[in-house]
């Protein structure tokens, strides 16, 4: 049985094999449009790759110019960049997962639930997270302000009061929208039932899956990991509740699909999870390890591990800003320019679906080959029946498709970036 | 067009226009948009805002008003192709107050794959009705390039993996209006870079009817909702420029409006991003701004509700919203002083029908780039280390 599924930036079509129980015993997971962004890079110059990759994707394109800029800085053995210009970076990235967040709750799950389509509550908040980029680079979608060596931007405290204002603005809004709750503690909470009796968008769509027995839905392997380290992410893998800090970029391999444009990725030969739930795992955060200790990694724990990252980010991002330091510079010119450098780097960031991983090899400042692997690839990855994928293992054994949508799309999957 | 002709001729296709049906019965958009909690001195506001952007004199406002309520007597299409969704996103988050989103949140997208409800099987089968229920009525807004390499095949859409250039070829036949929303719509955009792989195009190369280019990368939510209250008003094409873009947008080179143009012209530049000129908010020629070669209305408009736009971050233009800005537009961080005897007609701009103050006015711009690159090319020092 064949379903398509739309609004994921694009489209694919699911295969559905069921066995004789009618339930799902494989899906075969297809994207049919590509646009061969990496093949376009090569023989560009370095720099142009900034303004290009951005347009990988117009939802989490700041990501990718992110993860484009480290690419390019890891490739001068020692460069300096200023930390006014990494904390910037930092922010205008937060507010990019962000704001992802809220439309993928509104425009994706909710209307899976049968809830009508609230446009307007995606878009009040995205919109004050995309003028919170815009203060810092110029505008939102794809935004170049990032580059080797710093950011272009000079920030003034006038622009600070603005972020603050808007990342207060963002936090009203998601305690009077999604998780209603006067006190200051609900960032700590550290047991699921300390919020299902609260009252919101988010707590009432936890509910319904409680209430439909759907909390143990779309469980996969179990397997997270997080390569983006940063001053708030920690890098690392967890399985099941083991964690490791030893990571290898070295280890993550591509593999080409015949059927579909997408490629599928491993690490260390196995299929991990990324995005907000594996972060939450990485991070220790409470309330997400009550959730996966009774719900495991179930489309439950997805939803509230992705939206309860919300008001963690606005909370670091203030503290962020609170560490800028206006005396210092935010761009140091690198002292060798970019035509004479020759050499391979990896940029690696946290986007808002998962880890997003740059390679890029130079000669003499020319692109001689760029990789990117996204996010969605690692979680979509379309294995066999002998080694599924991350979202293949989730949709086993269901015999709704219906359902498995909601399991597909808990992923938060975008099919643009997927065959780039 | 006299103003009172052009008054009459408003007048006249509201009426047309208010005599068809609503296409949700249920409510007015002006219901919609006081029960958003906007006043009508507010809606006022936007409309004489849009109305300047328009480039009408202000005794229109009403009428740009009335045309925005009427916004949902118009069956719209918007399809996309290969591209990154960012358009959609900039639509998404036009202006705040935000009168334009919910001027598109209840006109009848009657098909829009990201913001509709529907999906697959039925999101299919709703194009095709709305296609044959609105034949030769409806307007078709368009994001993303069309692939035509390998017979189109790096893009196919729904079950019955339909590609992308057919559909864009039958939906373009019945349109009564197309806009080409977007760089990539327009003339490729980035997936067109040279090599071109999947050999996207714009959309005016697949179709043989006229299309109205709307290219930005993204484009401003403003001049997207423009373009549409464009046809709403007039009923029919606006002043198109040689790439086909509205002038009333397109015309002006975002260089001629731009905040910092008063530093290009005391010769006082960015040498590099993050030195003293940098912090004091000088022209950002010589670190490759393209603004001078780049017709659009960024400078007056910027993005996200005014926000910012990429002059005033200190980055400078891409050029977006020219054809083929990968390619032509040079390296990024470089200015482009080779650039200036090879614009579009040589030299004389995007706009040939330009009067002859305007030409004399690029002819004295040009002089003033080509002089300046001479001292950047002597004063600059990276590459010398």
Redo the contacts between chains.
Sequence with gaps: M??????I???AKLNFSFDEHKKIDFVDIEF??????E??LEN??A??A???NP?????C?HAHLIATTKALEDCYKNIEVPNNAKILRELTLNFEIMQNHF?WFY?SIL?LLGER?H??K???P??IL??A?????????????S?V??V???ITVMDILKITHLIDEVMKYFEKNLLVDESEEFLNYKNIENILNKDGDLIKTLLKFKQNSWQHLGRSYGRFVVFGQNSYFNSGKSIKTTVSKNLNFANIKEQTNQNS?AKNVTYKNKYYEVGPLSRAMLNKIPLIKDSHRKYGDSIFSRILARMYEIPQLLNHSKKLLDELDLDK?????P???I??ISGSGYGCVEAARGTLLHKVKLHNGIIEKYDIITPTQWNLSNGTKEKLGVSQKAMIGLSDINLAEIVFKSFDVCS?CTTH | MKHNDLLKKFNLRLEELEKMPRMDQSKTITEVIEEKGFSRREFMKWATATCALLALPAEFTPLVAKAAELADRLPIIWLHMAECTGCSESLLRSDAPSIDSLIFDHISLEYHETLMAAAGWQAEENLENAMKKYKGRYVLMVEGGVPIANEGSFLTIGGHAKRGKDIAIEASNDAAAIFAIGTCSSFGGVQAAIPNPTGAVGLSEVTNKPVINVPGCPPSEKNIVGTLLHFLLYGTLPALDAFNRPKWAYKHRIHDLCERRGHFDAGEFVEQFGDEGAKNGYCLYKVGCKGPYTFNNCSKNKFNQGTSWPVQAGFGCMGCSEPDFWDTMGTVGEPLKDKLYNTVFDGMGADATADNIGVNLLIATGVGIAAHAAISAIKHPKGDE
Excluded: M
């Excluded at chain 1, 049919?32 to 962004?37: G, P, V, Y």
């Excluded at chain 1, 347009?55 to 939802?59: A, D, E, M, P």
């Excluded at chain 1, 980029?133 to 302000?145: E, F, K, R």
């Excluded at chain 1, 510079?329 to 010119?333: L, R, V």
């Design positions: 064949i379903k398509f599924i739309e609004k930036e694009g489209e049919f449009s590509t646009r061969n962004i093949k376009i560009k110059p720099l142009d900034l303004v290009i347009r990988v994707c117009g939802i394109g439309k425009l209307p389509q446009l307007l995606a878009t009040f995205s919109q995309a003028k980029i815009a203060v810092v680079g110029g505008q939102y979608p794809h935004t170049s302000y580059l060596g710093g272009v931007c000079d444009y510079p935010f761009y140091i010119e002292k060798i320019d035509s004479k643009v």
